[in-house]
């Protein structure tokens, strides 16, 4: 298992990455786990601002097949 590359995988950055090894080496499993939830939020927000993306194109692809009426 390779944390390194599952961490960059769920969209860690390098600093949260190098962070949470230093507190995997240390023992430190609060600070472990303050890394996940932080990067868990990040892509919380991003899926969500993806979602409202997506119900922007509904919407105009309805108003397309409906012929903007």
Do not use: F, H, P, W
């Not at 190098?18 to 472990?32: A, P």
């Not at 932080?38 to 108003?63: F, H, N, P, V």
Request: hydrophobic share 30%; with cysteine; charged share 40%.
């Amino acid at each position: 298992m390779d944390i390194r590359k599952i961490l960059k995988d769920a969209g860690a950055t390098s600093l949260q990455i190098n962070q949470y090894m230093e507190y995997l080496e240390n023992g430190n499993k609060k600070g472990q786990e303050r890394i996940l939830c932080r990067c868990k939020g990040i892509q919380k927000e991003k899926l969500e601002d993806k979602r409202e993306q997506l119900l922007c194109l509904d919407y105009m692809i309805a108003k397309v097949e409906k012929g903007y009426e």
